[in-house]
């Protein structure tokens, strides 16, 4: 079942020309990395796909609803509120967590459910008490964010937007603020939550990682995807030639 169809996505800002025609799709339960140069579009696409910038054309159908239509080469966009009901079908894990200082664990997780999705208090604490353990931090529920590490947060972040219960979780850069170490216990619950058939979509620099984890991998460079395919296929034997000159820089 498809649950991400982009086509022809373009982004500019003044008179930088940031995504030039972006391609692609995904499927339930498939997980996509993509890679690149700082630079390349990579977070820029990623906010477009989760509504946080406005593509200039191309559409974007999530779950089979076409939230943002192409018509005569221009991203057409619901009204603001429509727009905010339909995005709840991305979530968004940011590379440096913005969890809220002043709440627990537990509500952290619990807040927007209650206050987005309307679910009463015991319902959204039951849901949020079961992602957490399932990110490993179910003795952490009444913690705050300065008495966690940078691991545990961001797997607070993760279980956050899990708790939206999203038809496709995207990530940027998960690990870039973090130690080896730390990077090490984020990157094990992304790949428990691969195995429990979470779609993910993740902009990572973690080259071994995307190959070991992702079903898909994007070479996105200069705002166009010049390889994409099977992701340990094309992380060992990627057929483009800046594909190739990007690997070897990585590998070095």
Same mark, same amino acid.
Do not use: W
């Given at each position: 079942?498809?649950?991400?169809?982009?086509? $022809?996505?373009?982004?500019?800002?003044?008179?930088?020309?940031?995504?030039?025609?972006?391609?692609?799709?995904? $499927?339930?339960?498939?997980?996509?990395? /993509? /890679?690149? =140069? =700082?630079?390349?579009?990579?977070?820029?696409?990623?906010?477009?796909?989760?509504? !946080?910038?406005? *593509?200039?054309?191309?559409?974007?159908?999530?779950?089979?609803?076409?939230?943002?239509?192409?018509?005569?080469?221009?991203?057409?966009?619901? $009204?603001?509120?429509? !727009?905010?009901?339909?995005?709840?079908?991305?979530?968004?894990?940011?590379?440096?967590?913005?969890?809220?200082?002043?709440? +627990?664990?537990?509500?952290?997780?619990? !807040? %927007?459910?209650?206050?987005?999705?309307?679910?009463?208090?015991?319902?959204?604490?039951?849901? %949020?008490?079961?992602?957490?353990?399932?990110?490993?931090? +179910?003795?952490?529920?009444?913690?705050?964010?300065?008495?966690?590490?940078?691991?545990?947060?961001?797997?607070?972040? #993760? *279980?956050? *937007?899990?708790?939206?219960?999203?038809?496709?979780?995207?990530?940027?850069?998960?690990? =870039?603020?973090?130690?080896?170490?730390? &990077?090490?216990?984020?990157?094990?619950?992304?790949?428990?939550?691969?195995?429990?058939?979470?779609?993910?979509?993740?902009?990572?620099?973690? #080259?071994?990682? %995307?190959?070991?984890?992702?079903? &898909?991998?994007?070479?996105?460079?200069?705002?166009?995807?010049?390889?994409?395919?099977?992701?340990?296929?094309? #992380?060992?034997?990627?057929? $483009?030639?800046?594909?190739?000159?990007?690997?070897?820089? #990585? *590998?070095?």
């Amino acid at each position: 079942m498809e649950i991400l169809k982009v086509e $022809n996505i373009n982004k500019t800002f003044d008179d930088l020309h940031v995504l030039k025609g972006v391609s692609f799709c995904m $499927n339930k339960g498939e997980v996509v990395a /993509i /890679i690149g =140069s =700082s630079g390349g579009g990579k977070t820029t696409l990623l906010r477009c796909l989760t509504f !946080l910038e406005k *593509a200039d054309c191309g559409s974007i159908t999530i779950d089979g609803d076409n939230i943002v239509a192409d018509v005569e080469g221009k991203s057409v966009y619901p $009204n603001d509120e429509e !727009l905010r009901k339909r995005a709840l079908k991305v979530g968004l894990v940011f590379q440096d967590f913005n969890l809220f200082p002043h709440k +627990s664990v537990l509500q952290n997780c619990t !807040l %927007a459910p209650t206050s987005v999705l309307k679910l009463d208090k015991a319902q959204a604490e039951e849901n %949020a008490r079961r992602v957490l353990e399932q990110v490993g931090l +179910s003795d952490k529920v009444d913690a705050y964010p300065y008495q966690l590490s940078g691991g545990q947060k961001q797997r607070v972040a #993760i *279980a956050r *937007a899990l708790c939206m219960n999203p038809s496709l979780l995207c990530f940027d850069e998960p690990t =870039s603020a973090l130690d080896p170490e730390l &990077t090490a216990e984020v990157l094990k619950v992304i790949k428990d939550l691969k195995d429990h058939g979470v779609t993910m979509l993740i902009v990572t620099h973690e #080259i071994d990682f %995307a190959r070991e984890v992702a079903d &898909t991998a994007i070479f996105l460079d200069n705002g166009v995807i010049l390889e994409q395919g099977n992701a340990k296929e094309l #992380i060992d034997n990627p057929k $483009n030639e800046r594909t190739k000159e990007f690997l070897k820089k #990585i *590998a070095e």
